[in-house]
């Protein structure tokens, strides 16, 4: 269902969750994510907007997160990890299976993906893509090219 950035698919109508594809301004893109953290934030936003005055509603700009349990190694994703122009291992190593890349779009850090790092070593990278932070300021001594 194709929604504008309040989650909205037609005047009272409002999606979330795997059927939406919404505009989400922090990116500048429409995006359509499929996890559960995106349905939970995403219902609550279009229930807000559905109930709010039209001049009092929010547009949904999160930051998409998700995380997966492999066996023992944990993934984190946080981001827009798609339509990239860069991938590159900022920190940890990926032959130790231990690292994070950084994903660049235009001049713009984007997206960050953790693979064997504990949360807290992520959470940094995840306030820097919320903050809209230039690439040159993210990564201003870009490591392996992984991708
Ligand atoms: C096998 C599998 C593994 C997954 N693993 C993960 C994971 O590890 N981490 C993660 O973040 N996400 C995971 N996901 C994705 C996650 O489950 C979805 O993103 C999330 O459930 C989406 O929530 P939703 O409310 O949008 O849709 P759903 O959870 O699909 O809910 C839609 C509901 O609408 C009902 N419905 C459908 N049609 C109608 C109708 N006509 N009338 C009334 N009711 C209807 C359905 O029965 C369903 O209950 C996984 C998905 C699958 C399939």
């Not at 950035?5 to 005047?11: H, I, T």
């Not at 993906?113 to 959470?123: N, Q």
Request: glycine share 8%; with cysteine; hydrophobic share 45%.
């Amino acid at each position: 269902m194709l929604c504008d950035a309040y989650c909205a698919a037609a005047p009272g109508v409002y999606a979330a969750g795997d059927v939406a594809r919404w505009d989400n301004p922090l990116f500048g893109t429409s995006m359509r994510i499929e996890h559960r953290t995106n349905a939970a934030e995403q219902g609550m936003a279009a229930a807000r907007n559905l109930l709010a005055a039209p001049d009092a509603r929010r547009p949904f700009a999160p930051v998409p997160y998700f995380w997966s349990d492999q066996y023992d190694m944990k993934i984190q994703a946080y981001g827009h990890l798609r339509g990239h122009d860069e991938v590159t291992v900022v920190e940890g190593d990926l032959a130790e299976r231990r690292f994070v890349a950084a994903y660049r779009t235009g001049e713009r850090l984007t997206g960050a993906l953790a693979v064997g790092m504990p949360p807290k070593a992520v959470r940094s990278w995840r306030q820097a893509i919320a903050g809209g932070t230039a690439w040159s300021d993210a990564v201003p001594a870009a490591g392996t090219e992984a991708a």
